[in-house]
Each structure stands twice: as C-alpha cells, then as structure tokens.
C-alpha cells in the first residue's frame, strides 16, 4: 500500500511562491508516476502536472505552464511543485497522486491548502 504525504501549504499573497513536497511510501512500482491536482470549492479536482520515475517526462496542464514546475528526488521518494506568480485563483486543495502509469493514478495523498490572497 502506498502512503502519500504533502507538506507546504499555506497562506501567500498573490505574485508570491510555494513549493509543496509530497513524500511516498511502499511499492516504487505504484510510484512510476507522479503528479499534482488541486480542488478549488465547487470545483472538480484538476490535474496540473505529472512527472514519471526518471524524471524525464513531465507533463502539465496550460493553466499552470511556466508558472508551475514539478519535479522529483527519486532517492527520497518525493515530488515537489515549485509554484510561482501564484494567484488568487490557484486557491484550492492540493492533492499528490502515484500509480504506474502517467495516465492513471490510483494512490492519493490527504491534500494540503493553499490559500492566495489578494
């Protein structure tokens, strides 16, 4: 079973930044993948970014490019999203998510606020 966990939510104001960390336990196979979605109140969970277990792909979603940038330490077996030019917008719930595929993820982590104001 994999266990996720995400630190480094938090309160900013817009125009400023975060990294979020997000650390995996249990079988690296469910680990291949990795990646960040969010949920905004009222709103389904959106990915932003995926990144597989070299690092070498890495997808993202366009209303994040080139403000957000994921990546992972796979010795620690942890994920970061680096989060600049941050907005009110991006206000939502943080999620960290595994599975074996990009396409598909199957484990979940308890999510963390951000929370940008204005």
């Known amino acids: 079973q994999v266990q996720l966990v995400e630190s480094g939510g938090g309160l900013v104001q817009a125009g400023e930044s975060l990294r979020l960390s997000c650390t995996a336990s249990?079988?690296?196979?469910?680990?291949?993948?990795m990646g960040w979605f969010r949920q905004a109140p009222g709103k389904e969970r959106e990915f932003l970014a995926g990144?597989?277990?070299?690092?070498?792909?890495?997808y993202y979603a366009e209303s994040v490019k080139g403000r957000f940038t994921i990546s992972r330490d796979t010795g620690e077996n942890t994920v970061y999203l680096q989060m600049n030019s941050l907005k009110v917008e991006d206000t939502a719930v943080y999620y960290c998510a595994s599975g074996e595929v990009l396409t598909a993820y199957d484990y979940w982590g308890q999510g963390t606020q951000v929370t940008v104001s204005s």
């Open positions: 990144i597989d277990w070299t690092g070498s792909s890495k």
């Open positions: 249990g079988p690296t196979s469910s680990t291949y993948a």
